[in-house]
């Protein structure tokens, strides 16, 4: 069946521009996991979503960030004023259950600032 | 704090020779770990759980609370075993996962 899926797979954003990295997960899945992946570096945890609801944002590095999953389903990650302490790649999980186990992850989005 | 950390950023071992990728935890609550492997130009996915206790592709990590530490194992490492091996521990909440850095492994054939 589909996995998870993440558009655009590359964004090249010039600093101080928005950009907005979208999540498709599995059908069904409860959870929706954001991270951010420094080059180098493990995934770090940034928001976390049951359902529409987002229990956990207290891993996004600024105001500038924000995510929401509406309807339950997709979710979006906005980024406003992009910085190049931005650049990253951008993770998207789901999981079946309320819970961080079995995560299905998304291919990534690489974001790049100029 | 929370921290996982992986000491080894490259681990390169010649093929059946046996590997261990290491992983050590600092945390407070009740450890759950977990190892993912990224294989090249494929997405992380997750390898085993310390819980499951179970072994997958001949992987088995065993959790040792007196040295908080998870390492991966593999008696006869083979090339299809090079990829990127993460360590995590999942805190109480359920949901955040704490992740180490990573180390690449490379097997020569």
């Known amino acids: 069946g589909a996995g998870v899926s993440q558009s655009p797979r590359y964004k090249v954003a010039k600093r101080g521009q928005d950009v907005a990295l979208r999540c498709d997960p599995i059908?069904?899945?409860?959870?929706l996991f954001w991270y951010q992946q420094a080059l180098g570096q493990g995934p770090e945890f940034l928001t976390y979503?049951?359902?529409?609801?987002?229990?956990?944002k207290s891993g996004l590095p600024s105001d500038r960030f924000f995510a929401e999953r509406p309807e339950g389903s997709v979710s979006t990650l906005k980024i406003q004023r992009t910085q190049q302490e931005d650049s990253a790649v951008y993770l998207c999980?789901?999981?079946?259950?309320?819970?961080?186990?079995?995560?299905?992850f998304g291919p990534g989005t690489r974001l790049t600032v100029t | 704090a929370q921290r996982v950390t992986q000491p080894e950023k490259l681990l390169s071992v010649f093929k059946g020779a046996p590997v261990e990728l290491k992983c050590n935890y600092s945390?407070?609550?009740?450890?759950?770990l977990f190892w993912y492997v990224q294989y090249s130009r494929q997405r992380l996915q997750l390898l085993l759980r310390?819980?499951?206790?179970?072994s997958i592709k001949g992987f088995t990590a065993d959790l040792n609370k007196g040295e908080t530490s998870f390492h991966l194992k593999k008696p006869f490492a083979q090339e299809e075993d090079s990829a990127m091996y993460y360590c995590?521990?999942?805190?109480?909440?359920?949901?955040?996962?704490?992740w180490g850095a990573g180390t690449k492994l490379i097997i020569k054939p």
């Open positions: 999980a789901s999981s079946p259950r309320d819970k961080a186990y079995e995560q299905y």
């Open positions: 059908s069904g899945h409860v959870s």
């Open positions: 979503f049951q359902n529409e609801a987002q229990l956990d």
């Open positions: 945390y407070s609550g009740s450890p759950e």
């Open positions: 310390h819980i499951s206790r179970e």
């Open positions: 995590a521990l999942l805190m109480d909440s359920n949901y955040q996962l704490i």
